[in-house]
């Protein structure tokens, strides 16, 4: 019965490149249902974007000593989507110095969200 | 000129390479050579720093380049050879079977390797702007949206910062992105056909998340500028992609990003002689993905152009383990 849900928000899955097409739900006793999604990752996927979006963020942080060199970073998790910006903000003054490897944290704690910056890609030195 | 012998000549070190050159090694070949005229192993992987890669292989999300270093690591682990900063300019056949790759590099010069067997995994280009017809001069800031990639993903430059974006395949969407978190204006993404060419979840996370609008139906029909990209001219299009005259409208840009589509690099397979697909631009293939030259495999998006890097892996898998038995029953080099 609509009258007994709160919120319903169609949306499509972006968790792989299947692109489920989901409907989110907020039941009246609180629950969220999801339906339409193929795989548990959908589920997990439509509750969060219905409650709080969320998304991981990659970008490139310069290397040192390099003019025209960047390297790879990301959030070592998701992070709600209104930090987007913010954690790139934070990006822009960092620099790292070579030798870094897959995982090397470059940053702590991003723009306040509990997530490190993690480097996607080695350099050698 | 140097010389050598080989049982596997990989030509690529992308993706598709990598891949093959493993399952060769694991169905036994021990004479395998990757040719790869990048600095690098890894491909376009390296540029292509967003996540979405590996969901079928590693059952995981990883980034472009973390995706090819998984790759990297095992071809270094199983001692696989390669040569890099090495371009190759022909491949032909010997009369007793043997393929003859020739080949250049700074240190050894003209690279004569007869092999038994070749797998071709040069990947693809894109579409240029040449071949998109839209008239007007040629201003500075027109890129296609994989050079811009490689610029901004790579060496840290922005190459623009008002854009229009034409196509709306993966990269163009997956840039549209990147620009913005730059701190670009993305103006707009412009289609021609009435549909995306992209992946769902890129039109959502790229352009929805920003705000950015998706104009179905709709081409460039000018460029404005002469010295520099000044702004595009905007047409809709009728069912048959022609432009509907009265529909234009004037966008302000400094910079246009091409995402129009990938066309196999098979300027080496052409010649050969390998007999070619037109439908898509590949060579045409047996099952196993072995062209019309007996002991000439392809994979990857040399052969056709695919969706997802993991199915690159996959194929490219098999094309290994198909040359590995031809050189099986051709005879080993040792």
């Known amino acids: 019965m609509t009258e007994n849900k709160t919120k319903t928000v169609e949306m499509t899955c972006i968790c792989c490149p299947v692109g ?24 997990a996927y439509g509750e969060k974007e219905l409650i709080s979006p969320t998304r991981i963020v990659t970008s490139t942080v310069r290397v040192a000593g390099r003019k025209d060199a960047v390297v790879g970073v990301k959030t070592a998790s998701d992070i709600p989507k209104e930090k ?3 954690c790139m903000k934070a990006l822009r003054n960092i620099t790292v110095t070579p030798p870094v490897a897959i995982g090397d944290v470059v940053l ?5 969200t509990g997530v490190d910056i993690v480097v996607t890609r080695g350099i050698r030195e | 000129m140097s010389r050598r012998e080989e049982e596997v000549v990989i030509i690529g070190g992308g993706p598709a ?32 720093i967003h996540n979405g890669f590996g969901l079928h ?10 995706y090819a270093d998984r790759y990297i690591q095992m071809v270094l682990a199983e001692e696989i050879s390669c040569l890099l900063r090495t371009m190759v300019t022909n491949i032909s056949l010997e009369e007793d079977g043997w393929k003859v790759v ?20 040069m990947g693809c280009r894109e579409r240029p702007r040449g071949a998109l017809n839209i008239p007007g001069y040629r201003p500075a800031g027109i890129y296609s949206a994989g050079t811009a990639q490689y610029y901004v993903n790579m060496e840290g430059r922005m190459p623009g910062r008002t854009v229009v974006i034409l196509g709306s395949g993966d990269i163009g969407l997956i840039m549209a992105r990147r620009m913005v978190l730059e701190g670009a204006k993305v103006q707009c993404v412009a289609e021609l056909r ?45 069912e048959n992609g022609k432009p509907i005259p009265g529909s234009e409208w004037e966008v302000p ?50 052969l056709h152009v695919h969706e997802l890097v993991d199915h690159v892996s996959a194929e490219a898998d098999k094309a290994g383990r198909f040359a590995a038995a031809y050189v099986q029953t051709e005879g080993r080099l040792i």
């Open chain 1, 20 to 43: 489920c097409a989901l409907k989110a739900e907020i039941l009246a006793d609180g629950r969220v249902q999801v339906t339409g999604n193929k795989c548990p990752r959908g589920a």
């Open chain 1, 84 to 86: 987007i910006m913010e």
């Open chain 1, 108 to 112: 702590k704690n991003v723009a306040d």
């Open chain 2, 17 to 48: 390479g990598l891949a093959a050159a493993l399952s060769a090694k694991k169905a036994g070949c021990e004479r395998i050579l990757i040719l790869e005229r990048d600095k690098e192993l890894g491909g376009i992987l390296n540029q292509c």
């Open chain 2, 57 to 66: 292989t590693f059952k995981e999300e990883l980034t472009g380049p973390e």
């Open chain 2, 102 to 121: 020739t080949a250049m590099n700074k240190d050894q010069g003209l690279l004569e390797i007869r092999t038994k067997s070749v797998i071709l995994a």
């Open chain 2, 194 to 238: 009435p549909y995306s060419g992209g992946l769902k979840r890129n039109i959502v996370q790229c352009l929805d998340d920003f705000g950015i609008p998706l104009y179905l139906s709709t081409t460039v029909s000018a460029i404005h500028g002469r010295e520099r990209v000044e702004g595009v001219t905007l047409t809709r299009v009728d």
């Open chain 2, 253 to 302: 840009c400094d910079t246009l990003l091409l995402s129009c589509g990938l066309i196999p690099e098979n300027e080496l397979t052409v010649g050969l002689g390998a007999q070619m697909d037109a439908k898509t631009n590949g060579p045409v293939v047996n099952e196993r993905l072995e062209c019309s030259i007996s002991g000439v495999f392809a994979c990857g998006n040399v």
